[in-house]
Every structure is written in structure tokens, then in C-alpha cells.
């Protein structure tokens, strides 16, 4: 892995990318070109990361499609912008177009989920609101997520919306004017006309710019309607169809806002400042000033400001607001604490180990938002489908109001209200909104119980995973290894003295089995410290030798008793079953007879079988381990768990072969790692899921999803979100479609109103937002 670090890497842009499974396989013919150590194919973004040498010329002839195009992506400076008021996808895109034809600007990247827009090269915030593509649009410099902590004043409801108010108003008082005059009359004419023109001038004068430049969207097809509706006398429609339109919008950002919103929670979690101790004196720090190496203090029941170090003390800490551990963890001097966690019990003292805007919780806020720009394969569909949809809507409105008249003399008036009335009904409002809220909520849910997303197309990936392939130690086990049987081979000796024995030899070594004895004996509270020891070595391979009280000990494997002629059958049959049990065996003892023997394992944890179960349950067809250890301890933890199928004794190499070979015959495959030394093989996979997010910066950075706490309980519900959020997103589209057929249908016997074209469209819109939320509240 670190030879592949050292390599150059280089990224590209692909115009070209259409489909996930064509980019699966140009991603795979790219890693066979000469020279190319690893590739990864960023599918939302367009992008593929090479490590290696190779041309773009290469690159493109190893394309699995047509029309492929690749060339370098330039660094450039990049400024993130906040912006307020996007409610519309379409919209958003527009502003990305008008943004990149800015002079000084290279180019420019719109996160709607986020409402930010990434600008590469140089241009003003005054230049950026003249380029919106909508009224109301505010452009603001990102901040990090330690300054966006103030909440904007409210605005009363009258006055965010008064001129949809004053609209309505309008359009009673025409009603009533109608009403008592029984005709129509200069009034009522007035009356409807105000309404038009205050509740819908911010639409007109998007929706005309539009038209003017014959770019067509949801905005024009409104203009369209409405000043066509005024011009055949049907006013009072006209304005009902400008405030229902306004009301429509203003769900829209209801609903984006209230999916945004779950992320922004995440910038409240962590305290603004700390009490901090320098020099001797305690104070209170704006989070922003801490430095690294500052000793922050605190107090039961307080939240923890920074990510650090405890250097004294002793606590509970809860850790939900990161992880999603429903359980609080115990915390001692060395342990590492995470901003924004509670602080249960005792005082604790922390020594500063990041800035603010490296802290986990500032990671997790930077890394979501950044997923929400990843466009997931739907989302991709539904953006491609509405850049044709709507001119084809025109054509179609065009031709219900000319051809009726012209080939069957029809009635004018009546097939020219037919046709504004199919352009009302369709306006893909709810096609467009459908994807992008459901996304942000799913993401945004799993967030906050401890599972980093890292993009729309990983969500989707997740739900349609056919086999999931697990590396062993510290995933399916804990990754430390403790005593599980210590049994005396003469019943006359003193258990706390072997004991005590063996942990003075075994502190003095290294290895990771070592430190499990010396632990059992610390936990039994047994003396070992005092015992001399001379004439330590150690045998490599084997185990350690040293001289207690003039006789030298061993402690080490079979092996080395072997050649004492130690072993007799029933001990070497006693071996062999805790071996078989996934132990590994140690015996203790001096050349003249065997004292003790010792079986160590890595302990499996305890939700690995359940979740192995719920995967099984849940139709995963395959589940695999992956290890590099012994094959009969790899089976007998194998077995313990329930999983599928045990591939052992394999080197990072063999791990991604296999991964590669699962992919090619069975499809969809998710890899879960500590995202270090299987970084090759998550990367290979259709998705890298990283175990122990937090804290752990290369699984952050490395993974496609990332399980926060140190365990796989969150791995069914990841698999139960992403299941939801695709029947929720097709369910959306289908429905939307659905209702502006069924609508249209109405136009054959000549059924289609202006008011249900508008309420189809409204009706739809508030359905599919509503539909979407609901995936904020999945739980686990």
C-alpha cells in the first residue's frame, strides 16, 4: 500500500458516463493498462483517480462505450459559497451554467443537497447574484463549521410570504367583486390582474428571460399559462394558477430546507468554547483559538469541545452524537474523546490533539455535505429525462391547441385553454424534487446514527449488494486478543505463582499474545513486577526463555516443546481441539516437564453472528471472510459467526484478487475493513465500508461508507436505508410521471382544467416531498 502511495497519481474528468455498470468496467480495464498500479472511478462526480503512469490516449481506448471522453483535471483555486434560496434543482443547475460563463471563472460546482457552490477561479459575490436564475437569491463565503453557528432571525410568516399573502387577498376580494356584480367587470378585472402580476412578477421575469433565450423550464411553462390565460379572458384561473405555483415553490423549500436541516443539526452538537488551562490559569476559549497541546477541562454532565487525549481522569462518555453507540464508553488516561460527545460521570482533563476544523464531528459535516453533490445513478436519470421532458411538453401543449382547430374545427378558445392547461400539468416540479430531498434525508438519518455515506450512488449501491466480504480481525473480532483457557499440567503447583511467572517472562516481549497474558495476570491483581528474571531471550518464531530462581522457563508453542520430547499424545490431542476452536496455543514449562499450558484467541464480537444473521435475512446472498490467519482458526471463527465461506491464510494481494473475482461472478460486492491494510480490496469492491470511523482519518478518507463505532450492528440498517430510499425514489418518479399522464389523458375529451392541472401538479409535488422525509426517520 505504501509503494501504490508513492506512485504518482493523477485524476481525470470523463464526459461519457451514463451508466454504473460501464463505468465498473472502464475501471477495471483501466487498472490492466501498463503502468497503472490502481484506479478508482468516481461515477457521481465524472472522475477517475489513477496511480500509475499512463496516457490519455490509453485511458480512452480502454473506454467500454462510445463516445468517451477524458482529459486531465487542472488544479484550480477553489471558494465555496453559501447560498440561500434554493428550493429548485432545474434552478440550481441553471446557476451552475450561468456561474461557469463568468469571466475569471474556470469552473464552477452546485451542491444542491447542501445549497453551497464550489468556484474555481476568481469572481465577486455581487457577479455570483447576478448570474442566480431566481429571485431571492443571497450568496455568502462557506465558513467552516465552527462559524456557522449562529441561527438566522426568524421571519415572521407574514412577512417571508407577504406578497403571496396580499395575492390571495386580492383574488377574494375578485371573487367577492364577481359575486355581487354577477358579471364581469373593470374591478374584478383589476382585482385578478393585481394578484398575477404581485404574486407572480419574481416568476415572469425568470420565466420571460427565459423564453427570450428559448431555455426552457418549469419557470417558462408557467409564464407561458398564465399571460395565455390572461390573454383568453380566464383571469380569475390565471391568478389562482400564480398562487398555487407560489405555494408549490414555497413547499418545495420547505421540504429541502427541513432535509438540509438534519445535516446543519450535526454544526450544534459540539460546544463553542471550553475552559481551557494555560499558564497555570483556568479560562474560558472560543473553540477557534484552542491550539493543539492546550489541557481542556470537563465537568460531569458537560459536552466535550475538542477532540483530544485524557491525561487525567476517569469518566463515562457518550458517544452517540458521533458513532451512534447507544452505550456509553468508559474513558481512562490515554484514551482518545471526541468533540461534541457527553461527559457522563468524572472530571477529565484533555489534551488538545486537533484544530477545530480538523475535528471529527467538523470531518463528518465537510464529508456529508460533500456526499449530497455526489449524483446518485436515479438522480442522474431524472436530471437527463428532464432536459428533454419539458421542451417536449411545449411541443405537445403546442400542438392540443392547433391541431383540434385546424383539422377538426375545434372551438379556438377552448383547445388553446387546453393546451396552457397541459402545460401547468406539466411542470416537473415533484419529478425533479423527487431524488435530491430523498438523498439529503437518508443521508442525513444515517449520519446521525453513526454511518458516513459518501455519496448518492454508494446509498444505492448499498441496497442492491449480492455478497458483502468481511476481513477478520478487528471486524468479525474485536482485534485484541485475550486468555480463554490457562490450566496447570500438575495439580501440585501454585496457579498464582505460573501465573506470575509466565507474565514476568512475557512482559518483557512485544508480541501481541504476550500482552493478553500479562493483562489476565494485572485483571487476577497478581505480582509479577518483583520476580527476577536473568537470562532472558527471545526465540523467534517459537516463544521466550529466561532463568527464575536458578531454573530456566519456557513459554512459547508446541513446536518448541517438541523438541524437549515433552508432548504426549492426550496433551497433543488437548492442542489440536483448542485449535480447532480458533485458539492459538502456548505452553509453559521448563526441559524437564510441562507446567502449564495457555490458549489465547481474538475474541469475536458479540454482534457478529446477529448481524451475519440480519444480512442472511435481509437476502445477501454471500457472505465471505477474508484473513490472512491460520485456516483452522479462520473456519472455527467462521462457523461461530455463521458466515458463508472462510478464504484464509491470503496476503493483501489474494484478498483483492478474490474480491475481483466475486465481482465477475456474482455482481454487487461491498468489502468491510479497517480501511489501512485492506485498502486494496475496498477499493476493488462495488462499495468500501470502513469499520471505526471515528478517530480514524484514512477510514474516513479511503472508505465509500463508514461505520463510526467499532462494530457492525449499523451494517442492516445501512442495507434497510438504502433498500427505502430506492422504493421511495422509484415510487416518487413513478408517481410523478403518473399523475401528468393520467392529467394529460383528461385532455382527450377535453376534462383538463387549468385548476386541476395546478392542484395535479401541487398535489404531487407535496406527496413526493412528504414521501421522501420519511426517510429521515427510519430508525434502527
Known amino acids: 500500500m505504501n509503494e501504490r502511495n508513492e506512485c504518482e497519481k ?19 480495464n483501466v487498472k490492466e493498462l501498463p503502468g497503472v498500479q490502481d484506479a478508482k472511478v468516481n461515477f457521481g462526480a465524472s472522475k477517475i483517480n489513477v496511480v500509475g503512469h499512463t496516457t490519455v490516449e490509453e485511458l480512452e481506448k480502454a473506454g467500454a462505450f462510445e463516445k468517451l471522453k477524458i482529459y486531465p483535471e487542472m488544479p484550480k483555486r477553489q471558494k465555496v459559497y453559501r447560498v440561500e434560496g434554493f428550493s429548485c434543482a432545474n434552478c440550481a443547475g441553471k446557476f451552475e451554467r450561468n456561474v461557469k460563463q463568468l469571466p475569471g471563472v474556470q469552473d464552477a460546482k452546485v451542491n444542491f443537497g447542501a445549497s453551497k457552490i464550489s468556484v474555481f477561479g476568481e469572481t465577486t459575490i455581487e457577479e455570483l447574484e447576478k448570474a442566480g436564475a431566481f429571485e431571492g437569491l443571497k450568496v455568502t463565503p462557506d465558513k467552516p463549521a465552527k462559524e456557522v453557528t449562529k441561527t438566522t432571525e426568524k ?51 425568470v420565466g420571460i428571460q427565459n423564453l427570450i433565450r428559448l431555455d426552457f423550464d418549469m419557470k417558462t411553462l408557467m409564464t407561458v399559462a398564465i399571460i395565455g390565460a390572461a390573454i383568453i379572458g380566464e383571469l380569475a384561473e390565471g391568478a389562482v ?11 418545495e423549500r420547505y421540504s429541502m430546507d427541513k432535509a438540509r436541516q438534519s445535516i446543519r443539526s450535526l454544526m450544534d452538537i459540539a460546544p463553542k468554547e471550553a475552559l481551557i488551562r494555560r499558564h497555570g490559569q483556568e479560562m474560558m476559549v472560543a473553540v477557534e483559538d484552542i491550539a493543539i497541546g492546550d489541557i481542556m477541562i470537563v465537568k460531569p454532565g458537560q459536552k466535550i469541545a475538542m477532540d483530544g487525549t485524557v491525561v487525567n481522569g476517569s469518566s463515562i462518555v457518550n458517544q452517540a452524537a458521533i458513532t451512534g453507540e447507544s452505550v456509553p464508553v468508559a474513558k481512562k488516561v490515554n484514551d482518545e474523546v471526541f468533540a461534541g460527545t457527553l461527559n457522563k460521570e468524572g472530571l477529565l482533563e484533555i489534551r488538545i490533539t486537533k484544530l477545530v476544523e480538523d475535528t471529527t ?37 403546442a400542438l392540443v391547441a392547433i391541431v383540434p382547430p385546424l383539422v377538426f374545427a375545434g372551438d379556438w378558445a377552448d383547445w388553446i385553454y387546453q393546451g396552457l392547461s397541459v402545460l401547468v400539468v406539466g411542470c416537473p416540479c415533484a419529478l425533479v424534487i423527487s431524488t435530491p430531498i430523498s438523498i439529503v434525508s437518508a443521508i442525513g438519518n444515517a449520519a446521525k446514527k453513526g454511518v458516513l455515506i459518501k455519496g448518492g450512488i454508494y446509498l444505492e449501491e448499498m441496497g442492491n449488494l449480492k455478497a458483502i466480504a468481511f476481513d477478520k480481525t478487528g471486524t468479525i473480532t474485536k482485534g485484541i486478543p485475550v486468555v480463554t483457557n490457562f490450566e496447570l499440567l500438575n495439580t501440585e503447583d501454585n496457579e498464582e505463582q505460573i501465573l506470575s511467572f509466565i507474565a514476568a517472562l512475557e512482559i518483557r516481549s512485544g508480541h501481541p499474545l504476550a500482552s493478553a497474558i500479562v493483562k489476565k495476570a494485572e485483571d487476577q491483581q497478581i505480582t509479577y513486577s518483583n520476580i527476577k528474571v536473568v537470562d532472558y531471550v527471545s526465540l523467534t518464531g517459537k516463544g521466550v526463555k529466561g532463568t527464575i530462581n536458578g531454573v530456566t522457563y519456557y513459554i512459547g508453542s508446541p513446536i518448541l516443546f517438541e523438541e524437549f520430547s515433552l ?18 496455543v502456548m505452553l509453559f514449562g521448563n526441559k524437564q516437564k510441562l507446567l502449564a499450558m495457555v490458549a489465547v484467541a481474538d475474541e469475536v464480537r458479540e454482534t457478529s453472528h446477529n448481524v ?76 468500501g465500508i470502513a469499520m471505526g470511523g471515528a478517530g480514524t482519518d484514512t477510514a474516513l478518507e479511503t472508505a465509500d461508507v463508514a461505520l463510526m463505532a467499532d462494530d457492525l450492528s449499523k451494517l442492516p440498517f445501512t442495507i434497510k ?49 412528504l414521501n421522501s422525509m420519511r426517510l429521515m426517520g427510519v430508525k434502527e
Not at 21 to 27: L, V
Not at 569 to 574: A, C, Y
Request: proline share 2%; glycine share 6%.
Open 10 to 28: 493523477t485524476v481525470y474528468r470523463v464526459e461519457g458516463f451514463s451508466c454504473a455498470n460501464c463505468a465498473g468496467k472502464f475501471e477495471r
Open 155 to 205: 421571519i415572521p410568516l407574514y412577512k417571508k410570504h407577504q406578497e403571496l399573502i396580499f395575492s390571495i387577498l386580492l383574488i377574494a376580494l375578485g371573487y367577492i367583486s364577481s359575486y355581487i356584480n354577477w358579471e364581469t367587470n373593470v374591478i374584478t378585472i383589476l382585482l385578478f390582474l393585481s394578484a398575477i402580476v404581485i404574486g407572480g412578477f419574481s416568476l415572469f421575469k
Open 241 to 251: 394558477v400564480v398562487i398555487l405555483f407560489a405555494i408549490s415553490e414555497a413547499l
Open 361 to 397: 464531528i467538523s470531518k463528518i459535516i465537510e464529508l456529508v455535505e460533500e456526499a449530497q453533490a455526489e449524483r446518485a445513478p436515479s438522480q442522474a436519470f431524472v436530471d437527463k429525462f428532464a432536459k428533454y421532458y419539458t421542451p417536449i411538453i411545449m411541443v405537445i401543449a
Open 567 to 584: 508432548l504426549d499424545s492426550e496433551i497433543m490431542q488437548h492442542i489440536v481441539h483448542l485449535q480447532n476452536q480458533g485458539k492459538t
Open 612 to 687: 451475519l444473521s440480519a444480512l442472511h435475512e435481509l437476502g445477501v446472498k454471500k457472505t465471505v471472510m477474508l484473513t490472512g490467519d491460520n485456516t483452522a482458526t479462520a473456519e472455527a471463527i467462521g462457523r461461530a459467526v455463521g458466515i458463508s465461506e472462510v478464504k484464509a491464510e491470503l496476503m493483501p494481494e489474494d484478498k483483492l484478487r478474490y474480491i475481483k473475482m466475486l465481482r465477475n461472478d456474482i455482481g454487487k460486492v461491498a468489502m468491510i475493513g479497517d480501511g489501512v491494510n485492506d485498502a486494496p480490496a475496498l477499493a476493488a469492491s462495488t462499495v
Open 721 to 769: 436505508l438504502s433498500r427505502k430510499a430506492l422504493r421511495i425514489i422509484q415510487t416518487n418518479i413513478t408517481f410523478s410521471l403518473g399523475i401528468k399522464l393520467l392529467a394529460l389523458l383528461l385532455v382527450v375529451p377535453g376534462w383538463l382544467t387549468l385548476w386541476i392541472a395546478i392542484f395535479a401538479d401541487i398535489g404531487a409535488t407535496l406527496l413526493v416531498s
